[in-house]
């Protein structure tokens, strides 16, 4: 659609003629014949432009003026200018929609790269993004789960990542409720120097790089939430620097989202360099991890959800038992009589770091196969 306000207000800064847009309904008294619309009509005292028409809704829009304002040479120049805007309106448009065609194959090369388990040759009409991943790009995984029975609108979702980013994203429609979003380094990492090259950049990404991408996706997840009723996951990789890494990498935070939805992982947002553990726990065959926990069926207090509460808030606070307590809001003396507990059923005691690993695996074991 053209911008038909800034073209008013031009018109009336430039002729100083009161111009004003209209919309009335489509009928046999407007001028549109054979799907051609005139350029321009006067209708008694005023003089008409034809600006476009929504035949769904019945209606047209209009732009008017007082007729004698406008001269004949005026009104030729307005015509002009409104086809010219149509025309660029048009090719914008064709633009757009050769964009997203090319996002939706890139789309199906990857989900088809997933799927086979392989990176497949990807199409000459890809070479296009060839160049901005030798930059390095950021690729973000996202799904939805929500109310939304026809589901998020791919142009709503792109036009919030473009204000969250400030920035153009490539926003990549995988499976449905699945999008991939491909974002330059520059617009995620503020500290980034475009000159540096790739060694030198890789060596930088350690700690730090973690930091930045997990506060920036942390923000990006709650822009997304606050939009949408429902529930949304998001993950996201280090930068890439050639596009055949892309379909691995995806592969690869979809095995992170599902691992952090099972082990209840971080609100919503998932962290490869936080799953470790989690990953080669689930690569256990399933009846080697049943049979395990059979053999723990006297510890089954283990598996109480009080708990498990309290064993993960004491993991997490490094196995302090001060700070496990104020987190818990609990007396240090009952959190003392938890583990306590524990341990005389168990015979595990978890303030010593061997009993610690131990139970710390069991209950990987036991969330992964409870949710398998």
């Given at each position: 659609m053209a911008n038909y306000e800034e073209l008013l207000q031009k018109l009336q800064d430039i002729l100083n003629v009161p111009f004003q847009i209209i919309e009335v309904p489509i009928n046999k008294h407007t001028f549109i014949k054979d799907d051609e619309p005139s350029h321009s009509f006067e209708e008694g005292d005023s003089l008409y432009f034809y600006l476009e028409a929504n035949k769904e809704e019945g209606k047209q829009m209009l732009l008017s003026a007082p007729a004698q304002h406008v001269e004949a040479s005026e009104r030729a120049l307005i015509e002009w200018i409104i086809s010219s805007l149509h025309h660029n309106a048009d090719s914008t448009e064709i633009a757009k929609n050769k964009e997203v065609n090319s996002l939706?194959?890139?789309?199906?090369?990857?989900?088809?790269?997933?799927?086979?388990?392989?990176?497949?040759p990807y199409p000459e009409d890809l070479r296009v993004y060839e160049k901005q991943f030798t930059k390095g790009m950021i690729p973000f995984y996202l799904t939805y789960e929500g109310a939304h029975e026809s589901g998020i609108s791919l142009k709503a979702l792109n036009k919030l990542l473009q204000s969250y980013f400030d920035g153009k994203v490539l926003?990549?429609?995988?499976?449905?409720?699945?999008?991939?979003?491909?974002?330059?380094?520059?617009?995620?990492?503020?500290?980034?120097?475009e000159d540096m090259?790739?060694?030198?950049?890789?060596?930088k990404m350690q700690i730090s790089i973690e930091e930045e991408l997990a506060a920036f996706t942390d923000g990006l997840h709650e822009v997304i939430a606050n939009e949408?009723?429902?529930?949304?996951?998001?993950?996201?990789?280090?930068?890439?620097?050639?596009?055949?890494s892309l379909p691995p990498t995806i592969s690869f935070?979809?095995?992170?989202?599902?691992?952090?939805?099972?082990?209840?992982v971080g609100e919503h947002v998932y962290f490869p360099w936080q799953f470790h553990l989690e990953r080669l726990i689930y690569s256990i065959p399933e009846e080697e991890r049943a049979n395990y926990l059979k053999g723990m069926s006297n510890s089954s207090i283990l598996f109480e959800d009080e708990t498990i509460s309290t064993l993960e808030t004491f993991f997490q606070?490094?196995?302090?038992v001060s700070e496990t307590a104020k987190r818990l809001y609990i007396h240090r003396n009952t959190l003392i009589?938890?583990?306590?507990?524990?341990?005389q059923e168990t015979g595990l005691d978890v303030r010593t770091f061997k009993d610690a690993v131990l139970v710390k695996l069991t209950l990987f074991m036991y969330k992964v196969t409870k949710t398998s």
């Open positions: 939706e194959q890139l789309g199906s090369w990857i989900q088809e790269s997933v799927d086979k388990d392989k990176s497949l926003l990549v429609p995988l499976e449905e409720d699945r999008w991939s979003i491909l974002a330059e380094l520059g617009l995620v990492l503020d500290n980034t120097d090259n790739q060694v030198a950049l890789q060596q949408w009723v429902g529930v949304f996951h998001l993950s996201v990789a280090k930068p890439l620097f050639n596009i055949v935070l979809r095995e992170i989202t599902e691992l952090g939805k099972k082990f209840k606070m490094d196995c302090n009589y938890r583990l306590d507990k524990i341990k």
